[in-house]
């Protein structure tokens, strides 16, 4: 289990865009699945969007369209620009990667490192 760090979190309003970014475990940890998911206090955590090594996306149905995951494999980081952003999608958002040997799933079950959170905030 590593410690991973995000940041990009701040307030915007509606209809605006933010990009988070996520230092992954390097080449020594080797995962080939991270995500991103996010949480509002006395909610479950919700999966946001995953992605593989060979670059498979998965998204939330609450996000597909507005927000895209990537990775730059030479810094070790992982993105998520966030487009069209509404209230609702105010939440501390988490990254998290995992070694799995199989396809990335939308769960946040599956995955054992985890950063710190980073706060969005999206007024009306």
């Known amino acids: 289990q590593v410690h991973l760090t995000e940041s990009g979190g701040d307030s915007v309003h509606h209809g605006g865009s933010l990009k988070l970014s996520c230092i992954l475990p390097g080449p020594t940890y080797s995962t080939d699945c991270s995500g991103w998911f996010r949480q509002v206090p006395g909610q479950e955590q919700e999966a946001v969007a995953v992605?593989?090594?060979?670059?498979?996306?998965k998204y939330s149905e609450s996000v597909r369209g507005r927000f895209t995951v990537s990775k730059n494999d030479a810094k070790d980081t992982l993105f998520l620009q966030m487009d069209n952003l509404s209230p609702e999608d105010t939440a501390t958002y988490y990254c998290a990667a995992v070694r799995l040997g199989r396809m990335c799933p939308l769960q946040s079950s599956a995955f054992k490192s985890w950063g710190q959170g980073t706060q969005v905030t999206v007024s009306s």
């Open positions: 992605i593989e090594n060979n670059g498979k996306t």
